[in-house]
């Protein structure tokens, strides 16, 4: 399965600090996303990072890239209490054609003021 | 604003009593998706539309079933729902041009199992 696996399962930090969720996969990729979900919610796309690109920031979102070990991590700057969600990263399959996404299993986040 | 729309947002049904999901987007997008999503996991797909061509999961029970009679609309229908179809449904939708095929999701359906 190419699906990915974030870590940890769950967080709960401060408001303030900093928040790193991990993602790893298992097979070559044109592209890593992550999405954001809040409770009973629809999913939210948050970023893209492309195979050939190392690292990419949005506001207080920072994501990396390390295909060599097939790893991803996504950073969370001066969180806020209105980050808490679930966040999933999702992958798909470097292929010669179009693949749907395959979703990892989340990390939910808690941010307490 | 361009959108994915999911109605009803909640649907309760009888065990064994056909339900249809509907979903809308105003966003002219040639792909739609249906995702089933239990608690506490991660979305699984069901299957996908590319334009008019379907494509089913290899482990997509036969019990769920889709039409996309236009690029606007695709419909989830499930046959005879079991306590163990319980979930969260999302409808998602993206352009697939190129390799950037970023989804954007409803709001989703909540649906019930009694």
């Known amino acids: 399965s190419q699906q990915g696996e974030e870590d940890p399962q769950a967080l709960s930090i401060q408001e303030g600090e900093n928040a790193t969720m991990n993602c790893s996969y298992k097979?070559?990729?044109?592209?890593l996303q992550w999405y954001r979900q809040n409770s009973g919610r629809g999913l939210v796309h948050l970023i893209l990072?492309?195979?050939?690109?190392r690292e990419k920031h949005s506001g207080r979102l920072r994501v990396t890239l390390d295909t060599s070990k097939k790893s991803s991590s996504l950073l969370i700057t001066a969180s806020r209490a209105a980050d808490t969600a679930s966040y999933f990263c999702?992958?798909?399959?470097?292929?010669?054609?179009?693949?749907?996404?395959?979703f990892g299993k989340g990390t939910r986040l808690s941010v307490i003021a | 604003d361009a959108m994915v729309i999911q109605n009803p947002r909640y649907q309760v049904t009888q065990f064994g009593k056909p339900v249809t999901l509907s979903c809308s987007q105003t966003?002219?997008?040639?792909?739609m998706y249906w995702y089933q999503q239990k608690s506490s996991q991660a979305p699984k797909l069901l299957f996908h539309?590319?334009?008019?061509?379907?494509?089913n999961e290899a482990d997509t029970p036969d019990n769920f079933q889709s039409r996309r009679p236009n690029t606007s609309f695709c419909f989830l229908d499930i046959r005879s729902p079991g306590l163990g179809d319980a979930a969260m449904y999302l409808c998602?939708?993206?352009?697939?041009?190129?390799?950037?095929?970023?989804?954007?999701f409803g709001p989703g359906t909540r649906l019930t199992v009694l």
């Open positions: 999702a992958t798909d399959a470097q292929t010669s054609g179009n693949t749907p996404l395959v």
């Open positions: 990072i492309r195979s050939n690109e």
């Open positions: 998602a939708t993206s352009s697939w041009q190129g390799w950037d095929n970023e989804q954007f």
């Open positions: 539309y590319y334009d008019k061509d379907f494509n």
């Open positions: 097979t070559s990729i044109n592209n």
């Open positions: 966003l002219n997008h040639n792909v």
